[in-house]
């Protein structure tokens, strides 16, 4: 499958690259949602576009769900899971981790996401947060 769509991987990647940075423009007046950093001189393929919602995250996956926009609750820390509890130490302080579990959310992206979806899923989230318009 790899090699099949390897020809496509840079339309791809474009693709994403500009369904996030149209979320970004739109979501980033929003002071209760924080965005993935980049580092300088890294390139993301933006497999997901995950958001960070400090307060009334599960509230706003109800409220896109309602309608009709599928979100994701990723990331659960490997720590917390049985299999992997023994290998965490007593110094770990892991509390940024169970942050970014607690709060990401994933809002849709794909290659073939449209402007007008784009549009549509951040009024959505906008609208939750009172700052429709």
């Known amino acids: 499958l790899g090699c099949l769509a390897v020809d496509e991987v840079e339309s791809a990647v474009a693709a994403r690259q500009a369904s996030a940075a149209r979320y970004r423009a739109r979501l980033g007046r929003n002071p209760g949602i924080r965005f993935q950093e980049e580092l300088p001189g890294a390139r993301s393929a933006y497999k997901d576009f995950a958001i960070l ?15 009709g926009v599928q979100t994701k609750k990723y990331f659960v820390p490997l720590h917390t899971m049985p299999a992997y509890a023994s290998f965490r130490r007593a110094d770990d302080d892991l509390g940024d981790t169970e942050e970014v579990a607690r709060t990401v959310l994933c809002l849709p992206m794909f290659n073939e996401l449209e402007e007008a979806d784009v549009e549509r899923v951040s009024g959505s989230v906008l609208d939750f947060y009172g700052l429709a318009g």
């Open 53 to 67: 919602c400090p307060e009334r995250r599960d509230g706003l996956a109800e409220h896109l769900a309602r309608a």
